[in-house]
Every structure is written in C-alpha cells, then in structure tokens.
C-alpha cells in the first residue's frame, strides 16, 4: 500500500508541478529508494523555474537509470494518481507513515534495555508532527499586524463585492472565509454572483467559478446581457439583434474578454477537483488575488458514501471552509432554500431555510440570503430591488441591502445607479 501510494503522490507532481511546493512530504519519508531520489530531483528541477516531466528527471537522473528501474519506470509514474486526488493520496500517506513511524519508535523502546519514558513520549510527539507545516508563533502574526499600517504595499485582505452599500455592511470578501447565498429559484443568485465576480475583477482579483448546473457559454451569454444591456431572451436568437445592439454585443464581447475570469463548468465537480483547479489558476496568475464562486452547494460531488444528506452536507460545508484556508482566498457558494418558504406568509428567508442547515451554519462565516418582493407580489411597492440579508456576519454587521435588479438584462447595481433601461 505504501509503495502504491507514493508512486501515485510522485504520478499527481508529475502531471501537477505546482503540487511540488504544495505538498508537504520530504524524501527521507519514503520507503522506496527510487522514490527518494526522484522526488529529490524533481524539488531540484522545480526549484530552477523548469517544468518537472519525464524528460527533465530522466536527464538528471541518468547516471542512476539502471538501480531505478531504467526510462519504463519514469514513464509509468505519469500513469500512476490523479492529482484531483492529490490531498487524499497525502492524507492516507502520512496517516500510514506515523503509524509505522510509531510502531517501530515503540518497539526499539521495548528491545531498549535502558527504558526512558520521557524520551519515548518526545519521539512520539515528533512523528504527530511530522507532515504538518510550522505555524507562525503568535509573535509574529503580531508583528505582521503592527506593519500593516504603515506599509503602501500591504496586501489588501478584503475583496470588494462591487456594491458600494453591501461593501459599507460587510466590507468586502474576507480571506480565508467561506460565504453562503441563499435563495429560492429564480431570486438573481446567479445574477448576484456574476456582479461580484465583476467587483472582484475590478480590484484585480481573479474570479474562478465553478458552474456546476449552467454551461460557461450560457453563463457568459449573461454576463454578455449584463454588460451589452441586452434583454437576456434576445441574447439566445443573436441572429435577429438591431444593428445597434449587435454593435454592443461586440463591444460588451470584447470587454469580457479582456478580463481575468475562469470559468469551470462540469457538473460533477468534486472539491478534491475544484482544488486542483484552484492550484492551475494559482500558477496561471503568480501574485494575483483569487476568489472562487461555486454555483451551487448541493450540486457538488462527493466519492465517499454517506448515510444521509445532513452527513455529505456537513462534510461539504467543512470542506468548503478548508478549502478558504488552506489557498487562503474566498470560496462563496450559492445554496437553494427549501420549498419551506413558499409555505410562509412571510417568505423572507432565515436560518432554517438552509438545507441541512445546522452545518452551514456553523462553518460559514458570511450568510446571505438573496429576495424579490415583486416576485410574489406584483403590486409591490419594491419593483426591481433585490434585497440583500446579511443573516450572519462572523466578524461583522447584519442588516439588509437593497439593490437594483434589471431581470431582463441580468444587471445588478447600487440603488443610486439604477438604470431600468433595456437593449
């Protein structure tokens, strides 16, 4: 098992170089010799800036070909793990090496004529350790702290959503937090998620939506009415646009292709996949803020069996907030409401309304709940505003924000740049 395993860890590098500076595995961890000094290379060969393949360790390493199983043993290493898998392979590793690394600590102890509990218990504590990486003492997260005042280059920990009221309530999109959207269909989840992806484009951060229900050509087809002003219906029959709006068409066309937005749309999107995604986009952009919008919870895959869907729930929602720390960016995610709300007289949503609500709850640390009035009443006196509940705010206010909504055109802005005018 152990050597299945670090041939597939060594397989996922091979395919995924960023994955090298990632992980954190040394080679004297390894069991396998071979292993050891391929991995030890191809940290040498990532080191310099080059790519890590067949070819770049077959040359660093063929001096010692032979006692590694000669070029056939290389090349079969690109057919071995698939890094969506990568932190599960890892995991499984260093649960099997600590336990190994124990059992053979406790059994020089027992064949140990000179039996010191005390050194015993510090190398056992040593191997917990091992695998994991060093966290910053106190003292320094203070002194980092201290700094951030006084330095015009500090990195901004906020991403803002690009509505000016929403960002005076919450800031912005914090680092390392996990948001939920909450809405019954039809209410602009979709919409919303979009004119935060532009906010954050606008701050030079780079957008990586995962679009697990909609196609990324249909979902650009409404950034497309969004930003050319077309009504969303005449997008889907371009053929038949007024020579006008076919002109913004190609202009609104040319500006979002100007812009730094990924969009992944498989529909059976694992985290362990959208991780892995995640690390791509890292590499594409070196330096540049990411935050990831996932659309929507429910549809996001799991390949563990769970005996409920509280259980798979709860073990997505934790993911989730992983993931936010562990690539230290901002994951939001959209999430359907339960029919519950139909059933109310009042039919803003709340808590409750959260599928398998109690784990989100808890991890999230930003909730929001997106509503139309004019959607169950049509004489509402609050005709194209979608309101913004900000039900939990880990570190900050709760409140609702009104903003204006152009359903027709996909447009979302702050109330006192409300434009009702449709292409």
Known sequence: MSELLERQLLGCMLKDNTLI??????SDMLAVEAHQVIFTEMCKIYATGKVVDQVTIIANTYAKLEALGGISFINGLKTDGDPAHFDSYQQ???????KASAQKILQSYLASSNKDINRLMINLEKIIDQGTREEPSVQEVLMELYE????EQASENMIPTGLKDLDRLILGFEKQTSTIIGGRP?????????KLAKGAIAHDCIPIIFSLEMSKKKLLRRLISSEATINGMLTKRAKHLTDHQKKSWSEAIGRIDSFNLE??????????????DIRKVKKKYPGKECIVFIDYLTKIQTKQHFQSEHLRVTEISNQLKAMAKDYDLPVVTLAQLSRNVEQRQNKRPNMADLRESGSIEQDADLIMFVYRDDYYNEESEKANILELIIAKSRDGAIGTVEVAYNRAINLIKDLEARDDEVG
């Open 21 to 26: 500076e990632e992980t954190n595995l040394t």
């Open 92 to 98: 499984t590793f260093f649960e099997e090496y600590r």
């Open 186 to 194: 039809s209410m602009g989840k979709t919409a919303l998620m979009l």
């Open 148 to 151: 951030e005042p006084y330095l």
């Open 263 to 276: 969009i992944f749309d498989h529909s059976l999107k694992t985290i362990q996949e959208m991780r892995s």
